[in-house]
């Protein structure tokens, strides 16, 4: 079955600390990749995603991802996290039909000062 | 702009008055979703279709119905709704089925309470 896994579902991290948001995936083919984001009251915003090629994928705000196929993750990265980057963050795989997606539970972010 | 919009955006309600959220984009996406959000759980896919006439169920299709009678709107109908489905509810557009450099476009969402 398809399906998602974000184990952390709340994360603290110091201003100007780096951040790593794990993503995990169980998909029959193979998938195409996204994380988005959500500010509180907001809609989602997509960050970034991945298809094919290089396994690095650079998103908007400075973030980046990396597609591991032997360990099925899809973890989101910053190398320095501000305080705009709270927020809620969904990792999401879908198929390459485009037809039914699949969206982790999500990770909150917090910032602290 | 190009946009995904949903009205409306807050709505109560009682047990088995039937509703409608109207969804409607201005892309001339071909692809249309309505997802349902509830802590805990991530967004959770409700139906999809992949154009006009054309609809099919997501994970959690029980209690919804959807149409697609033009390419533009994709309206969600509670026929009798009840309180399990209070939910925040995303509707999502995207061009085509097969391009492979698409993203989904997202509605601001629709909080919905059943009372």
């Known amino acids: 079955a398809q399906s998602v896994t974000q184990p952390d579902i709340h994360i603290t991290v110091s201003e100007g600390a780096s951040l790593e948001l794990r993503c995990n995936y169980s998909?029959?083919?193979?998938?195409?990749l996204f994380w988005y984001v959500q500010s509180p009251g907001q809609g989602l915003q997509l960050l970034l995603k991945?298809?094919?090629?290089?396994?690095l994928v650079q998103g908007i705000k400075g973030f980046e991802a990396e597609f591991k196929r032997s360990q099925s993750s899809f973890n989101l990265r910053k190398p320095s996290v501000h305080w705009s980057d709270a927020a809620e963050y969904f990792c999401?795989?879908?198929?390459?039909?485009?037809?039914?997606?699949?969206f982790g539970s999500g990770t909150k972010l917090n910032v602290k000062p | 702009e190009a946009q995904v919009t949903q009205n409306p955006r807050y709505l109560i309600t009682v047990t088995g008055k039937k509703l409608t959220v109207t969804c409607s984009q201005n892309?001339?996406?071909?692809?249309m979703s309505w997802y349902r959000q509830d802590p805990g759980l991530g967004l959770r896919q409700i139906y999809y279709?992949?154009?006009?006439?054309?609809?099919d169920k997501g994970d959690v299709p029980e209690g919804y119905k959807v149409s697609r009678k033009e390419k533009r709107n994709f309206p969600l109908i509670l026929e009798s709704p009840s309180p399990n489905q209070t939910s925040l509810y995303f509707c999502?557009?995207?061009?085509?089925?097969?391009?492979?450099?698409?993203?989904?476009?997202f509605g601001p969402g629709t909080r919905l309470t059943v009372l």
């Open positions: 892309m001339n996406h071909e692809y």
């Open positions: 999502a557009s995207l061009l085509s089925g097969n391009a492979p450099y698409n993203e989904q476009f």
């Open positions: 999401a795989v879908g198929g390459r039909n485009f037809n039914k997606f699949y």
């Open positions: 998909y029959g083919a193979t998938p195409y």
């Open positions: 991945y298809f094919s090629g290089d396994t």
């Open positions: 279709s992949m154009n006009v006439e054309v609809t």
